[in-house]
């Protein structure tokens, strides 16, 4: 995990927060982060999530879909996905994992917790699965997300237009073995 924030098993009772001080310099734990299986009733949690990461992630494509479209979307690829975790913050999702297979389907953490280590423990928990290769899209405006994937060995190996969007789309792959060593980050290429 990076940046402090720390994961419990879905399993262990919670441990309460810590509270900062409000203008007395003390500082707030990082937040325990819960990682579940994705459930049905997550429906409306995670598109809300989607929304949000979306309309900062897609600027440069005007992504503008409602929550209503996204749901209804969501709603039938729920049963293409063979294997999904969310991951809660103080008992609400904050970002998920989709995949069938070695594939990504959706990867998505909310604005408000980017950058604390989620996306990269959802990866990491799907990675650990050991199916290869494993793949996912990306636009290839997204340097975020490039850099997090980047980061664990993936590539890309194939792009195109994506007429729909209006964006560049990536397919990256990652053929590397599973294992602790397989899955520590890389350092950036320069």
């Not at 262990?12 to 500082?27: K, S």
């Not at 997090?148 to 195109?160: C, H, I, K, N, T």
């Not at 560049?168 to 073995?177: A, G, H, Q, S, W």
Request: glycine share 8%.
């Amino acid at each position: 995990m990076g940046h402090g924030a720390q994961v419990r098993p879905a399993d262990r009772e919670p441990q309460g927060p810590l509270t900062a001080l409000a203008g007395r310099g003390v500082r707030a734990a990082a937040p325990e982060i819960l990682i579940r299986p994705l459930a049905a009733g997550d429906l409306d949690a995670i598109s809300a999530v989607h929304c949000r990461a979306c309309r900062i992630a897609y600027r440069f494509m005007g992504w503008n879909y409602t929550e209503d479209e996204v749901r209804r979307w969501y709603r039938a690829k729920l049963q293409e996905w063979n294997w999904a975790r969310v991951a809660c913050v103080d008992g609400r999702v904050v970002g998920y994992l989709a995949a069938t297979g070695g594939h990504v389907d959706q990867l998505f953490i909310d604005p408000d917790h980017q950058r604390a280590g989620i996306g990269r423990t959802l990866l990491t928990a799907m990675l650990t699965r050991g199916l290869r290769p494993a793949t996912l899209h990306v636009f290839a405006l997204n340097a975020p997300a490039r850099r997090l994937y980047d980061s664990f060995g993936f590539r890309p190996v194939a792009e195109w237009w994506n007429q729909q969007d209006g964006a560049l789309e990536l397919l990256y792959r990652l053929d590397v073995p599973t294992g602790p060593a397989a899955l520590a980050p890389r350092p950036p290429r320069m």
